[in-house]
């Protein structure tokens, strides 16, 4: 069945340092990604997202891109702040309904 | 925006009570879904429904059941609660008019003693 995996955490940087997370998924045909964010006490929220293969997701400053050919959607951002702390969780829809989550990357951003 | 509230941020049970939690969204959604967020496993779909009165097991239904009379409200169900339910529960809900981005709630964090 369809799958996510993410590099497990908690990862941890300073302030203005560069974030990537991996995130590879297994599933067949041509699913679309995502990213969630869950900030402390909160529920989920879409942070970006890419429908089709080369698309790159974008907002707040993260960025992922649709790679088809490694099966990966890594999220980036170029200089990460304290209020970025948070659970990062990718996840991918092929039916454009059920989505099927990774086990989530716990990041900390130390001032 | 798109609100979806649950019934309790907290709640403590014994086991073996029956256990309601209560999810309602305000923007007229077709599609609502409970799933449950375990430290290491991410989220995992319990049950979603996809119309009034319609319902859909996901990957771990055993132990639960739901129900969905009204549009706006979907009920997750433990009718003999264990201490392997504690856990937090997520209720979403979704449109095909937004491309089936699924908007959370605040989450129930379920303790069952």
């Known amino acids: 069945g369809d799958s996510v995996t993410q590099m497990e955490g908690p990862v941890t940087l300073s302030e203005e340092a560069f974030l990537t997370i991996n995130c590879t998924y297994t599933a067949t045909g041509y699913p679309s990604l995502f990213w969630y964010v869950q900030y402390p006490g909160e529920g989920l929220q879409l942070l970006l997202k890419a429908t089709k293969a080369d698309d790159k997701g974008s907002n707040k400053g993260f960025e992922a891109t649709y790679r088809k050919e490694t099966t990966s959607f890594h999220l980036e951002k170029g200089s990460v702040q304290v209020s970025d702390s948070a659970v990062y969780f990718c996840a991918l829809t092929r039916y454009g309904n059920k989505l099927v989550f990774g086990a989530g990357t716990i990041l900390r951003v130390k001032s | 925006d798109v609100k979806v509230t649950q019934s309790s941020r907290y709640l403590v049970k014994r086991t073996g009570e029956k256990v309601f939690l209560e999810c309602v969204q305000d923007m007229d959604h077709e599609n609502m879904f409970w799933y449950r967020q375990d430290p290491g496993l991410g989220l995992r779909l319990i049950y979603f429904s996809y119309d009034v009165k319609m319902k859909e097991k996901g990957d771990i239904p055993e132990g639960y059941s739901v129900s969905r009379e009204k549009k706006e409200r979907f009920s997750l169900i433990l009718e003999s609660a264990s201490t392997n339910q504690t856990s937090m529960y997520l209720c979403?809900?979704?449109?095909?008019?937004?491309?089936?981005?699924?908007?959370f709630g605040p989450g129930t964090r379920l303790t069952v003693l």
């Open positions: 979403a809900s979704s449109t095909y008019r937004l491309r089936n981005e699924q908007f």
